[in-house]
């Protein structure tokens, strides 16, 4: 497993970032990048489950929300895949994904890491820059 770690500057408050990230309407926007008609389903309460679902809304993953500090810090700790609405555990279970956000002089950093397996490094390497792009668009217009 390796921790991958991905960086962007973004021209808006923290607040405005969070709410990109995590608002139903726009998360869908920057996660299509991963998956066209991906969505989650969460109360996106600290210590819930949060599945991350395709757009069937049967497959995907479920996680829990490890750690939550509004407009600064959400983590989720991977627990396994969604099979046709099954949970199955997986031997990347316990993996990690990290948002962290600080502002300064009316500009966001957002910092990510994310566990990943071999296999998908490079995909994601390629792919993650291209949804914190869609973020950063999305935030620094009203």
Same mark, same amino acid.
């Given at each position: 497993?390796?921790?991958l ?6 021209k808006a408050?923290?607040e =405005?970032?969070?709410?990109v +990230?995590? *608002?139903?309407?726009?998360?869908? %926007? ?5 998956s !066209? ?5 969460s109360d ?15 497959s ?12 600064e810090?959400?983590?989720? =700790?991977?627990?396994?895949e +969604?099979? *046709?609405?099954v949970?199955?555990? %997986?031997?990347w279970?316990?993996?990690? !994904?990290?948002y962290?956000?600080?502002?300064a ?13 071999e ?15 869609i973020?950063?668009?999305?935030s620094?217009?009203?």
């Open positions: 497993m390796e921790t770690k991905f960086n962007t500057s973004i408050s923290k =405005k970032v969070w709410q +990230l995590w *608002n139903d309407g726009t998360y869908r %926007k920057w996660t299509a990048v991963f !066209e008609g991906s969505y989650a389903e996106w309460n600290e210590g819930s489950e949060i599945k991350f679902l395709g757009p069937d809304g049967s995907g993953m479920f996680s829990m929300i490890e750690k939550k500090i509004p407009n810090e959400m983590i989720f =700790k991977h627990l396994g +969604l099979k *046709n609405g949970k199955e555990t %997986k031997e279970g316990g993996a990690m !994904e990290k962290f956000l600080t502002e002089d009316g500009t966001t950093a957002l910092r990510v890491e994310v566990d990943m397996n296999e998908y490094v490079k995909y994601f390497v390629d792919t993650f820059p291209k949804a914190l792009e973020v950063k668009q999305l620094e217009t009203d």
